[in-house]
């Protein structure tokens, strides 16, 4: 686990896992919870936050969780634990961690087991009136940044023209070149089939799967790889195996600092976000509260984003952003016009039927 992509497998090991890892999990009915808590003891000092790790917690670290210590006094440690264990750990009333930063689709899924606490928004002042998108303020997960998928292209590949949409990656006659999409290391791709097939973004879900694939026949000759890792979209496009693909924001900014001839197209984004929840029978709620707190002021949703290129969910922290840092955030005004955000409930529904369907018709 390196960074914040790693939770985007949620969908491919993290929510199918979780169901593994509940099965194995049991409470007796005559522990307290001092019982569950005695590998783990309050200490106000010391906050244990869950992250992924790698350049992700590296931005946390920087933006966060230093300045928040130099604040308040109180101590951050990081713990990296994979989904399963997470629920595991709660499920059993023993997390080794007080607050969980996790992409809001295991935060949804954590509540729908029972393992994570409601969230009192009266300890979260500056969620109040900060204009974060309803969806984000959940009863067990408020919204922290935004990530999104987006397609990417070479641009001296069509002598002069440039693919904008989803219709332009289909269209293999005016933008010949071989292509790159996503396999299932994330919900596979489908939105994307059903845009360039013409249906438009708020008219998305539920999902035609039916028409999506439909619409992914069309372009699977073309297709020269299913990717399943982060970095692989950007080294075909770096190496010319590739003229398109879906990225992930953010992974190619250091290639086009360098000059290499890439670019994003940001209509018909898919977006997601990462959030804060707390566990149930956490050690420390009350540090756990003010960090989540002090995560959602403007000022630090800011300095997150100039470090790692994830968008603020508040939207006031853009007043603290240049527009050259601005224009690569999925965030943005515009960027939120243009694309449309994954609907979790969807696809926690449909997730295994459809991904079970995509393997079939990439091995066919």
């Known amino acids: ?26 409470l007796t009915a005559c522990e307290t919870r001092a019982d569950r808590n005695a590998s783990r003891t309050e200490n106000p000092k010391l906050l244990v936050v869950r992250d992924s790790g790698g350049s992700y917690g590296e931005a946390n670290r920087k933006a966060i969780y230093d300045p928040f210590t130099n604040e308040t006094g ?67 997960g408020v919204g922290k940044n935004y990530w999104a998928s987006v397609l990417a292209y070479r641009t001296d590949a069509f002598d002069g ?13 005016a933008f010949p070149g071989s292509r790159a999409l996503q396999s299932s290391t994330d919900a596979p791709e489908l939105e994307f089939a059903l845009i360039a097939d013409g249906v438009p973004l708020d008219k998305l879900y539920p999902l035609d799967v039916d028409r999506a694939f439909k619409a992914l026949n069309e372009i699977k000759g073309s297709v020269r790889t299913f990717w399943d890792s982060g970095p692989v979209p950007r080294e075909l496009l770096n190496r010319k195996e590739v003229v398109a693909s879906s990225v992930w924001n953010g ?21 997601q976000t990462n959030g804060y929840g707390i566990p149930k029978s956490t050690a ?40 050259a840092t601005a224009t690569n955030l999925p965030s943005t005004p515009g960027h939120l016009l243009s694309g449309f955000d994954l609907d979790i409930e969807w696809w926690l529904k449909n997730r295994d039927s459809v991904t079970k369907r995509w393997q079939e018709w990439v091995r066919a």
């Open 284 to 323: 420390n709620p009350d540090a756990a509260y003010r960090l989540i707190d002090f995560a959602l002021r403007p000022e630090v949703q800011a300095d997150f984003a100039r470090i790692y290129p994830s968008g603020p969910v508040v939207p006031a922290a853009y007043g603290h952003l240049s527009e």
């Open 1 to 26: 686990m390196t960074d914040v992509r790693v939770d985007r497998r949620a969908f491919l090991r993290g929510v199918g896992g979780i169901a593994a890892g509940v099965a194995a999990t049991s």
């Open 74 to 140: 109180i101590q951050i440690n990081v713990v990296n634990i994979l989904h399963a264990h997470m629920l595991t750990q709660m499920k059993e009333g023993r997390p080794q961690f007080d607050a969980m930063d996790i992409d809001m689709s295991n935060l949804m899924r954590f509540q729908q087991e029972g393992a994570s606490e409601e969230l009192d928004y009266d300890r979260l002042k500056n969620a109040e009136n900060a204009g974060i998108a309803k969806p984000l303020l959940a009863s067990h």
């Open 251 to 271: 992974r190619l900014g250091d290639l086009i600092k360098r000059g290499v001839p890439l670019a994003y197209a940001w209509n018909g984004a898919r977006r």
């Open 161 to 173: 023209k440039r693919p904008e949409t989803w219709a332009d990656f289909w269209d293999t006659r």
